[in-house]
């Protein structure tokens, strides 16, 4: 059974800081992965899918990559803003299961 | 395009009391999700339609949660005793068939005291 998870669980930073999430899943049989932003009281919002296939996927100052034979993905945003401010979450979505989300990562970006 | 409309936002009931969710999904969305999740945690899939068939409702826990999606369109999740465990806030999505596009509701935050 596919296990999701992320590091670290929160992060505060300044604004305009480079920073990076990251996200490990345990079954490398994987068909694509999501990151998802979620607003306090609100739903989750996809930002970018990557599809097994591919390497990295890129919007704007967000660029996500895939590394399936290591079981990690990364989420790289670039001069934070903060608006950035949110909990992101990474799905896997594994062959013969259903997407699995992953805890989350806290994001608060400091003016 | 209108989003996924849930309701109520906010519940708060007593433990073995009784509770029922709304979903109504984008216009033309064949595949309709719930999600439960806890605070701190993921969202954890509790079951999927395909149109007004059941595809998945493995992690549903059968004795308490019931689901329905009679028409293929809206749905609703009821809760029946509700448990303290059960404080979570519940999301519904929606996506085309066959697609991974998914469009989530914002969610009712349930409080069972």
């Known amino acids: 059974k596919q296990e999701v998870t992320q590091i670290p669980a929160a992060l505060s930073v300044p604004e305009g800081e480079n920073l990076v999430l990251n996200c490990s899943f345990t079954d490398s049989a994987i068909y694509n992965l999501q990151w998802f932003r979620q607003d306090p009281g609100k739903g989750l919002t996809s930002l970018l899918l990557i599809q097994s296939s591919q390497r990295e996927q890129t919007s704007g100052r967000l660029n996500a990559s895939l590394d399936k034979s290591s079981g990690r993905s990364t989420l790289y945003i670039a001069a934070s803003q903060p608006g950035d401010s949110a909990t992101y979450l990474c799905a896997v979505g594994t062959y013969g299961q259903n997407f699995v989300f992953g805890p989350g990562t806290r994001l608060s970006v400091l003016p | 395009e209108a989003g996924v409309a849930q309701s109520p936002r906010y519940k708060i009931i007593e433990k073995r009391q009784s509770v029922a969710f709304w979903c109504n999904p984008i216009?033309?969305?064949?595949?309709l999700y719930w999600y439960q999740q806890i605070l701190g945690q993921g969202p954890k899939l509790l079951i999927q339609?395909?149109?007004?068939?059941?595809?998945?409702d493995s992690q549903l826990p059968k004795d308490r949660f019931s689901a329905e999606r009679l028409k293929g369109v809206d749905s609703t999740l009821k809760i029946q005793p509700a448990k303290l465990e059960d404080s979570a806030v519940y999301l519904c999505a929606s996506s085309p068939s066959g697609s991974y596009g998914y469009t989530f509701g914002s969610g009712t935050r349930l409080t069972v005291v």
């Open positions: 339609f395909q149109n007004n068939g059941v595809v998945d």
């Open positions: 216009s033309g969305h064949a595949t």
